[in-house]
């Protein structure tokens, strides 16, 4: 620790970070109330009442244009036009849907636009909503000069979207997962049972003339074992629907939870054993470079002679080139499937024509009820990631259930702007390298779910110090490419597991500081707050405990431990008509060295800035900006 002396050790010197717009609103909801050790006086305080919410906790887009307030003192019918964002769907939308996004921005409705269409008018656009037939390449997100910020999948299946150029360029990717879930489930038990039953092939031979009740005898459902591969919302929904048919479920899915499945009646097994003793065997997994062709020539022949194999997924899980020779060795002995690795598929398919299998094109989502709820679904989630709201269907950013998401949102604007005051205290050098978090919890880690947190963190400490808007999309890839590494710790405290995380703690490691006392012993840069009222709060600075509102601007005092301090330094503020919100004291012992936290509205100028160094007892301060 520094000398009692009254003259300073370091000279008094202030620094101004680069100038930043905050990309977040406090959500101001009575959440935690925690006492600290420091000595805290409140001088004013200018937030909003408790019972005004403002909704828009995450600022994902950071475009001006496209930053609507939903605070109830904004009348959304008064924004002008030529403020609304431009909305592109490029294929058909239920009016619904359509509805939602015209209430918000402009809507541009071209349907089947080539390739270069595409790339040409998605510079003019903010958002991009698509189906399945629009692919999103990397040359679209390239085209798009860097003003698309949402791509709106409506449907389950992302794979027409390259996510990671989506990422690269700051492009939050959202789709509409749950509106078609019962419209695919119930398609995928139609084919189940038309198949067992050689329905279509029936209907086709009456329509012909023909009376054939022999060749046509089909199987039964009950007893049989149906495998589900993919056990997410559509193959749960397919399980469920199989076990009221009187069939045996399993299920394979290396990610679902044994819990569910049990729930439902379904065993969890390998890939193996589950494609091993399956009589029917229903595909439900996405198609990513894992999944291609995943049912091929091998794994075929790995098959119980005569499986029945239906498909609402996508078409490229499937060799279709090898199910042909297993439906012609009768390995297979049948096939249904609504979706093809090339759609529409070749009028002389092979696999189309052949007498065992009986197809529908995409039929899986098609129904009234779902139509019209996956466009309402992802209009929703487009506006609302316009409006700034992360939505809980965003692919590639961190998936967060909504629950989660509602109840970590005052520490998400906590972590942000920790973030951003960690970096403002560095001092030059060869760039940030390594950051350390540190989450103090009542909870068990296994319940703690800090993605979000640890993304929001990266954001904060890239942005001031970044040429590029970074957002919560491409933050921890942009973190990557600096080289930049986030490591977390999670510490168990006693105290109530109600609330998520306690205290968040910031470590910069082998750096200089702008501000020698927000040093550990260690010499890590450290800084660490609270939730308070919903309201983030700064607490601790390198050893000393303060307690200050992390609202406006933030100026900090290492200063001889003596009367008169608070005085004095707000006095100058007060002279040069600077509001002080906050202010805060902390100590390690009695009469030494002390941490003066001060809150304020304004930026001061240079001339108050200075006369605050000036003063004897002030060792060094320096000025932050949230």
Not at 115 to 132: G, Q
């Amino acid at each position: 620790m520094a000398s009692t002396s009254a003259k300073p050790i370091f000279t008094p010197r202030v620094t101004s970070p680069p100038s930043s717009s905050s990309s977040f609103r406090s959500s101001f909801l009575p959440f935690l109330n925690t006492n600290t050790s420091s000595i805290s006086l409140k001088l004013s305080h200018n937030s909003p009442s408790q019972s005004q919410v403002i909704t828009n906790i995450l600022k994902t887009v950071e475009s001006p244009n496209t930053w609507i307030s939903k605070s109830r003192d904004l009348d959304l019918s008064a924004v002008s036009s030529t403020s609304k964002p431009t909305i592109l769907v490029s294929e058909k939308l239920g009016e619904g849907g359509l509805d939602v996004l015209r209430s918000f921005g402009n809507v541009d409705c071209s349907y089947n636009l080539s390739p270069e269409e595409l790339c040409s008018k998605i510079s003019l656009c903010d958002a991009l909503i698509v189906r399945s037939g629009t692919k999103v390449t990397r040359q679209v997100f390239e085209a798009s000069k860097g003003r698309l910020k949402v791509v709106g999948r409506a449907g389950v299946g992302i794979d027409n979207v390259d996510l990671q150029a989506a990422t690269e360029f700051g492009c939050l990717v959202v789709n509409a997962p749950t509106a078609n879930t019962i419209a695919a489930a119930e398609h995928a038990i139609a084919l189940l049972a038309a198949m067992a039953r050689n329905v279509a092939q029936a209907d086709a031979s009456m329509k012909d003339g023909k009376w054939q009740r022999n060749k046509y005898v089909g199987v039964s459902l009950v007893g049989k074992t149906l495998a589900v591969m993919g056990f997410g919302k559509v193959g749960s929904e397919v399980a469920r629907r199989a076990k009221g048919l009187g069939m045996h479920v399993v299920a394979h899915d290396p990610y679902a939870p044994a819990d569910r499945a049990r729930a439902i009646g379904v065993d969890l097994v390998s890939f193996d054993q589950a494609i091993s003793t399956a009589d029917f065997i229903s595909l439900h997994m996405p198609l990513t470079p894992a999944t291609d062709k995943m049912f091929n020539e091998e794994t075929f022949a790995k098959m119980k002679k005569g499986v029945r194999i239906i498909n609402v997924a996508r078409g490229g899980v499937i060799d279709e080139d090898a199910l042909v020779k297993a439906l012609d060795a009768g390995v297979v002995a049948q096939a249904a499937l609504d979706v093809f690795t090339e759609e529409p598929p070749p009028k002389d398919s092979r696999l189309v024509q052949h007498e065992n299998v009986t197809v529908t094109p995409h039929l899986g989502a098609s129904t009234k009820e779902a139509q019209e709820g996956v466009a309402i679904e992802i209009a929703e989630a487009v506006v609302g990631a316009l409006r700034g709201e992360l939505s809980a269907t965003a692919v590639n950013a961190p998936m967060v259930p909504p629950e989660v998401l509602s109840e970590l949102a005052p520490f998400v604007v906590l972590a942000e702007k920790l973030g951003r005051l960690a970096v403002q205290l560095v001092a030059g050098g060869s760039g940030i390298k390594s950051v350390k978090v540190v989450y103090r919890s009542a909870r068990d880690p296994d319940d703690l779910d800090t993605r979000l947190l640890r993304a929001m963190i990266t954001k904060g400490i890239i942005e001031p110090i970044s040429n590029s808007i970074i957002n919560l999309v491409n933050a921890d890839f942009t973190a990557k490419e600096k080289g930049l590494r986030i490591s977390e710790e999670r510490v168990v405290i006693d105290s109530s597991p109600e609330y998520p995380v306690d205290s968040i703690q910031v470590q910069i490691s082998n750096m200089e500081s702008k501000f020698e006392s927000a040093l550990l012993e260690t010499r890590e840069i450290s800084i660490e707050g609270k939730v308070k009222d919903g309201i983030p709060h700064l607490t601790c600075v390198g050893s000393f405990s303060v307690d200050v509102s992390l609202e406006g601007n933030l100026i900090l005092c290492r200063q001889v431990d003596q009367p008169g301090m608070i005085g004095r330094v707000g006095n100058i503020l007060g002279e040069h008509n600077v509001n002080v919100s906050f202010m805060s004291v902390g100590r390690t012992v009695r009469r030494t060295k002390a941490i003066m936290a001060i809150g304020v509205d304004e930026e001061p100028d240079k001339e108050s800035l200075n006369k605050i160094g000036e003063v004897p007892a002030i060792e060094e301060f320096v000025f932050l900006k949230l």
